[in-house]
Every structure is written in C-alpha cells, then in structure tokens.
C-alpha cells in the first residue's frame, strides 16, 4: 500500500505500528487514535495518513530508530499496555547484534524508569553495544551505574557460580532496598561455558532460586545463528511466560 488514505483492518495497523492490537483498541476506544468503523460489525479499519500522524505525535517505538539522546529521558515506549508480572521468565529470540540490542535496550530502559535495578549479563563486547545504545535513550545512564542500579558482567565460570553471583547482588540490592529487578542475559555466553545438559540444568536452577524467590523479571536471550533449532524449542518449552508476551518484544 502507497496510499496514505488506503485503509488497514487491525492487524495490518498493529504490525504498521509494531504494537498489539488490544492496543490499537484501548486507543481508539478513549479517542486517542482515528479509526472507521465498517460493516454490521462495526470492524476497525485505520487510515495510513492517521497512522503516521498518530506515530509522530508519540516517544520512538524502537531503541535504536534515533541514535540522538531522548529529549525526555523517562519517555514510555509508544506500546505501555505489556505489564510485565514479577516472577516473569521470558525467553527472546534475535539473529543480529542489532536484534540482541533492540531486546536489550528496551527491557532495560523500562527497567530503569521503572525503579528497578537492571543487571545485563553478556560478553564485554556484547554489553559494550548494548550501552551504547541504551545511553542514546537515557543520558543519565553513567548515574545509574555509579548508584548501582545498573549491574553488568560477563557470565561466571560455570551455571553454579552463576547462580551464586546472582544471589549475592539481588540480596545485595534487596538488603539496600531495591524492591524489583530485571536481568538480561545473553545465553550463548553461558552455553559456551556448559555441556547442553549442564546448559539446561542451569536454566533449571535459575528458575527456582533466582526467579521463584526474587521480585525480578528476566529476558533469557538466544541467538539462532548459534543454538540448534531443538535448543530454541527447548527455550520456549522452558520459559512458558514468552506465550503471554507480544511477539514484537520477544524476537528481533
């Protein structure tokens, strides 16, 4: 479609915008976005030109779509209907650095307007990247870092003593008093360090000491160029809160 004044039923808008469609209808129901009602069914139907307007009007809806810093540090992504529930282990796909970057930064700016304290886990290089583009997005990134609220390393030597450095910090951050947190990790980093069965066991334990006793919500992120597809279904099997969440926040 060329026409700014063809017409889009709701998921043709929803992917034109990169949100949900419960989105689109939360915003057109309070009138914030301009949609035709068409047929006995009164079925949504979005004109492009109204599309555009209503993007221009609202904070980027990816990280990495302006390299200029926020004029609004605490802006919200244009999609703020996902509530992220504590306890959350979620699992996203990417086969990019770029991807890797895009999941990244958004979870973890979320995070830090939010309250949160962040902990990114990812090779040097890798989090190097990742802060690159996250400090586009927040200019006040280098505070959250000097006050602890933005944690990142690379992996440990092995899935226990991954295990045990998490403990240590949260516990850490919880005694000063952080009442949530979010951890982003890049999983390859881990795979590289373990067998796939010690691999596997390690998202095991972290399920039940990390994420069953800690107010935290984590993005376990697999990139495809480098697990087998039985690994990635695996990922999914194990980290059944991804089938609640958009498909738009979980692969890049």
């Given at each position: 479609?060329?026409?700014?004044?063809?017409?889009?039923?709701?998921?043709?808008?929803?992917?034109?915008?990169?949100?949900?469609?419960?989105?689109?209808?939360?915003?057109?129901?309070?009138?914030?976005?301009?949609?035709?009602?068409?047929?006995?069914?009164?079925?949504?139907?979005?004109?492009?030109?109204?599309?555009?307007?209503?993007?221009?009007?609202?904070?980027?809806?990816?990280?990495?779509?302006?390299?200029?810093?926020?004029?609004?540090?605490?802006?919200?992504?244009?999609?703020?209907?996902?509530?992220?529930?504590?306890?959350?282990?979620?699992?996203?796909?990417?086969?990019?650095?770029?991807?890797?970057?895009?999941?990244?930064?958004?979870?973890?700016?979320?995070?830090?307007?939010?309250?949160?304290?962040?902990?990114?886990?990812?090779?040097?290089?890798?989090?190097n990247h990742i802060l690159r583009y996250l400090k586009d997005k927040r200019p006040s990134l280098q505070k959250d870092i000097t006050a602890g609220k933005?944690?990142?390393?690379?992996?440990?030597?092995?899935?226990?003593?991954?295990?045990?450095?998490?403990?240590?910090?949260?516990?850490?951050?919880?005694?000063?008093?952080?009442?949530?947190?979010?951890?982003?990790?890049?999983?390859?980093?881990?795979?590289?360090?373990?067998?796939?069965?010690?691999?596997?066991?390690?998202?095991?334990?972290?399920?039940?000491?990390?994420?069953?006793?800690?107010?935290?919500?984590?993005?376990?992120?697999?990139?495809?160029?480098?697990?087998?597809?039985?690994?990635?279904?695996?990922?999914?099997?194990?980290?059944?809160?991804?089938?609640r969440y958009p498909l738009e926040r979980a692969l890049a």
């Amino acid at each position: 479609m060329t026409d700014v004044n063809d017409l889009l039923d709701i998921g043709e808008a929803a992917r034109f915008l990169n949100v949900s469609e419960t989105s689109l209808r939360r915003w057109t129901n309070a009138g914030v976005l301009q949609c035709l009602r068409i047929g006995q069914r009164r079925e949504r139907r979005f004109r492009r030109a109204d599309l555009l307007a209503f993007m221009e009007h609202q904070p980027s809806r990816s990280p990495l779509t302006d390299s200029r810093p926020a004029a609004d540090s605490t802006a919200r992504p244009i999609d703020d209907s996902i509530t992220l529930t504590r306890g959350g282990h979620l699992c996203a796909l990417f086969d990019s650095e770029l991807g890797r970057a895009t999941l990244a930064v958004r979870f973890m700016l979320e995070g830090l307007q939010e309250g949160s304290m962040v902990y990114l886990v990812a090779s040097e290089r890798s989090t190097n990247h990742i802060l690159r583009y996250l400090k586009d997005k927040r200019p006040s990134l280098q505070k959250d870092i000097t006050a602890g609220k933005l944690l990142y390393c690379d992996y440990q030597k092995d899935p226990r003593a991954q295990i045990k450095d998490f403990e240590v910090q949260l516990d850490k951050a919880a005694a000063a008093g952080t009442q949530s947190f979010r951890v982003f990790g890049d999983t390859w980093q881990m795979r590289r360090k373990a067998s796939a069965q010690r691999f596997a066991e390690y998202e095991a334990a972290y399920d039940q000491f990390i994420v069953r006793r800690y107010p935290v919500v984590t993005v376990c992120a697999y990139d495809v160029r480098r697990f087998s597809g039985v690994d990635v279904l695996d990922a999914l099997k194990a980290h059944r809160d991804t089938f609640r969440y958009p498909l738009e926040r979980a692969l890049a």
